[in-house]
């Protein structure tokens, strides 16, 4: 196989793993959410702390995070854009995020991460980061930005 067919299969399995996560986050299928990662997954996420060490530490995260809202999850990726080698990948792209709160819908964009790699032939996000942008004078959050 060349290399560039080497490229461009492991950028479609990471896709699909993609799809996978984003599948279970839509319906809040927190171990659908958890079997895409590594044990010892490293992520930066926007809500309550600045770092999870380990799938130990971020499942209930995720638990939390879906028990937030009400309803179905609300994960809409905007043009996501895969970089990978034969063992190596990362994705970014924006993504609305957000759920049912009190009755009413509410979502943000966010800026989004995930860095993959292969191993025994699956592919695993080993780190991901969310984040959403700040105004520096204020202090706040800038949630009502849009691409």
């Not at 819908?105 to 995930?114: A, E, F, I, L, Y």
């Not at 996000?125 to 691409?147: C, N, R, T, Y």
């Amino acid at each position: 196989m060349s290399s560039e067919t080497l490229k461009a299969t492991a950028e479609l399995e990471v896709h699909e793993v993609f799809n996978q996560w984003l599948k279970a986050a839509r319906v809040k299928d927190v171990d659908g959410i958890l079997a895409c990662y590594a044990d010892e997954v490293i992520a930066y996420d926007a809500v309550l702390k600045l770092q999870f060490k380990g799938l130990q530490e971020y499942g209930p995260h995720w638990r939390y995070c879906m028990e937030m809202c009400g309803g179905d999850g609300i994960f809409e990726p905007a043009e996501p854009s895969i970089h990978a080698d034969a063992n190596l990948a990362f994705l970014h792209c924006l993504v609305r995020c957000g759920g049912e709160q009190d009755g009413e819908v509410k979502t943000s964009w966010m800026r989004g991460t995930q860095c993959y790699v292969r191993r025994d032939g699956q592919w695993k996000i080993v780190h991901e980061h969310f984040s959403a942008p700040f105004d520096m004078e204020s202090g706040k959050a800038l949630f009502d930005l849009q691409p």
